[in-house]
């Protein structure tokens, strides 16, 4: 598979990883708003630099993975499906719920084979929960908790274009719980607050939020973020079940436990999602690769997208007003 990588930022770069290193799949061009961007990754990986355009139009490009800036993906993911290209799009789908499922409707039939990047479903211990609970070893689910601490505040200017904690950092959470859960919750319940950086507080945002989700059946789920969290990055998954229960640990800098007469100590988590998830980057690859080899659809598609940023918006409400918000009235 010959890949266009759209986007050569810092996710652009760990995409470049991935595709490079999988055995069937080269990185054959490279487009960037910032051509010294495109040029420094090419040069490292000795592919074409090309416009967005120019990789859309040749025959010999198969894929092309999306990693550009939000407010670019529904644009590119219309504009790659026309010209025939399996697509792999980094999330969330768009700000803008209304422009994503605009872009649902544009593309149509062919929805089941966009990917979309919430590379968390392929995180080993999330996936291998998530085996678990298909098997039916914890019996019927009942309670969700998902932990997701960032090490520190981003800085403000990216606070300003990222649409928000609830799209930009809460929205894997929303579809980690759908992926587990299987379903998508009856209502979305959020509280919100700036209290690590005022900063962030200043330009409309919240840095500290919790959310509550209801479903049909009257399972319950809890989203905790926060965009600081000194000791590392926190990424927990815990699953309370009829028969039992299942959790996802976080990812240690080492696996050394010290035991002595004043305690016992571990490492910390590993620092940021670069340590963390790069095993899942590349799961998430080759399940892309594998799923257009097999020709059948993505395992999460634009639907999984547009369902996560519903869900989004439905938080961003309810931390606004106070109040649930039933996720049919999104």
Not at 89 to 98: F, G
Not at 226 to 252: F, H, I, K, T
Not at 290 to 313: Q, T
């Amino acid at each position: 598979m010959r890949v266009g990588l759209l986007g050569a930022g810092r996710i652009g770069n760990v995409h470049a990883q991935a595709i490079t290193t999988h055995p069937e799949s080269e990185l054959a061009a490279v487009s960037d708003a910032f051509e010294q961007n495109a040029q420094a990754l090419a040069s490292g990986y000795g592919c074409d630099v090309l416009s967005s355009d120019q990789i859309f139009a040749d025959p010999s490009i198969d894929a092309v993975l999306i990693a550009t800036s939000t407010d670019t993906h529904s644009d590119l993911i219309e504009a790659a499906a026309a010209a025939g290209k399996a697509v792999l799009c980094e999330k969330p789908v768009d700000l803008s719920l209304e422009r994503a499922s605009a872009c649902l409707e544009t593309v149509g039939a062919k929805a089941s084979d966009i990917m979309i990047g919430f590379n968390r479903r392929f995180d080993p211990s999330f996936s291998a929960l998530k085996a678990a609970i298909d098997a039916g070893e914890i019996g019927k689910t009942e309670l969700l908790s998902i932990t997701s601490f960032d090490p520190a505040p981003p800085p403000v200017e990216y606070i300003k274009v990222s649409g928000g904690l609830f799209r930009d950092m809460m929205i894997h959470d929303f579809d980690m719980a759908n992926y587990i859960f299987g379903a998508a919750p009856v209502t979305v319940s959020a509280v919100g607050t700036s209290i690590a950086d005022p900063a962030i507080g200043a330009e409309g945002d919240v840095d500290t939020a919790v959310v509550t989700l209801t479903y049909a059946d009257g399972r319950i789920a809890v989203i905790k973020n926060s965009r600081r969290a000194v000791y590392g990055y926190d990424q927990r998954v815990e699953v309370l079940g009829s028969e039992g229960l299942l959790q996802a640990q976080n990812v240690l800098e080492n696996t050394v436990v010290k035991s002595t007469t004043d305690g016992v100590s571990s490492a910390k988590p590993t620092y940021f999602f670069l340590e963390r998830y790069m095993p899942a980057y590349r799961a998430e690859w080759a399940a892309f690769v594998e799923a257009n080899k097999a020709g059948k659809g993505m395992p999460v598609d634009l639907k999984d997208g547009v369902a996560a940023l519903a869900m989004a918006e439905a938080a961003t409400r309810s931390s606004k007003t106070g109040k649930p918000v039933v996720l049919a009235d999104i």
